[in-house]
T-cell receptor, first 116, second 111 residues
Framework: GAGVSQSPSNKVTEKGKDVELRCDPISGHTALYWYRQSLGQGLEFLIYFQGNSAPDKSGLPSDRFSAERTGGSVSTLTIQRTQQEDSAVYLC??????????????FGPGTRLTVL | GEDVEQSLFLSVREGDSSVINCTYTDSSSTYLYWYKQEPGAGLQLLTYIFSNMDMKQDQRLTVLLNKKDKHLSLRIADTQTGDSAIYFCAELSGGYNKLIFGAGTRLAVHP
C-alpha cells in the first residue's frame, strides 16, 4: 500500500516569502507528526495531531510556523516570512496508535526547504 | 529536559560487529527506538525496545538497554556494506505524542 507522501520534494524560496508543505499520511492513520531535520542535526519535533483532539504545538519554533490537518487526513505546514535558519528537511510521519502499543511512526521522504 | 545523545560517526570493516551507543534523559520513556536513514530514503524503523526489557534480539540486531544509566546500544552482527547509513536513537516522550531523536550516527562500512 501507499506510504506517507510529501510535496514538494524540494522547495527553494526567497527570504521573507511564505511556504506551504503538504503531507498525505497513510490512509486510516489517526496520528500525524511533523519534524524538522537541520543539517547535521537530529530530528526536531514540531507538531502532533491525534484524531479530532487539539494538536500538540509545543515544538513549533516561532509563531511564523503553523499547521493544519483537514478532515483528519492531509496536513499542511505553513511557514510565514521565511528566514534562512528555516532551511531544513521537513519530515512528516503518521501512525495508527490503536494498532500497535509501540506506536511505530511511518515517515515520508521529506521536503527539502532552502531559503535564499 | 529531554535530550538524546549519540556519537556522530562509526567506521567498521565488513564482517565485523558494529556497536552504536546512545544516552537519553527521560526516565519515563516507555519505548526506545532505532531508526535507519539511507541516502535519499526516508526514515525506517529498525527495531524498538520496551523500557522494562534489558535486551532484544532480532536477526543480526541486538538492542541492549541499561535503564539505570539511561544507556541504549544497537549491535549489528556481520556488518555489510548495505548497513551503511545514519542510525538514529529515539525515545517516546509525552505518552504517544512525540519522538525525541539523537543527532544520528553515521555508520561507514569498508572492505
Amino acid at each position: 500500500g501507499a506510504g506517507v507522501s510529501q510535496s514538494p520534494s524540494n522547495k527553494v524560496t526567497e527570504k521573507g516569502k511564505d511556504v506551504e508543505l503538504r503531507c498525505d499520511p497513510i490512509s486510516g492513520h489517526t496520528a500525524l507528526y511533523w519534524y524538522r531535520q537541520s543539517l547535521g542535526q537530529g530530528l526536531e519535533f514540531l507538531i502532533y495531531f491525534q484524531g479530532n483532539s487539539a494538536p500538540d504545538k509545543s515544538g513549533l519554533p516561532s509563531d511564523r510556523f503553523s499547521a493544519e490537518r483537514t478532515g483528519g487526513s492531509v496536513s499542511t505546514l505553513t511557514i510565514q516570512r521565511t528566514q534562512q535558519e528555516d532551511s531544513a528537511v521537513y519530515l512528516c510521519a503518521s501512525s495508527h496508535t490503536r494498532t500497535t502499543s509501540y506506536n511505530e511512526q511511518f515517515f515520508g521522504p521529506g521536503t527539502r526547504l532552502t531559503v535564499l | 529536559g529531554e535530550d538524546v545523545e549519540q556519537s556522530l560517526f562509526l567506521s567498521v570493516r565488513e564482517g565485523d560487529s558494529s556497536v552504536i551507543n546512545c544516552t537519553y534523559t527521560d526516565s519515563s520513556s516507555t519505548y526506545l527506538y532505532w531508526y535507519k536513514q539511507e541516502p535519499g530514503a526516508g526514515l525506517q524503523l529498525l527495531t524498538y525496545i520496551f523500557s522494562n526489557m534489558d535486551m532484544k534480539q532480532d536477526q543480526r540486531l541486538t538492542v541492549l538497554l541499561n535503564k539505570k544509566d539511561k544507556h541504549l546500544s544497537l549491535r549489528i552482527a556481520d556488518t555489510q556494506t548495505g548497513d551503511s547509513a545514519i542510525y538514529f536513537c529515539a525515545e517516546l516522550s509525552g505518552g504517544y505524542n512525540k519522538l525525541i531523536f539523537g543527532a544520528g550516527t553515521r555508520l561507514a562500512v569498508h572492505p
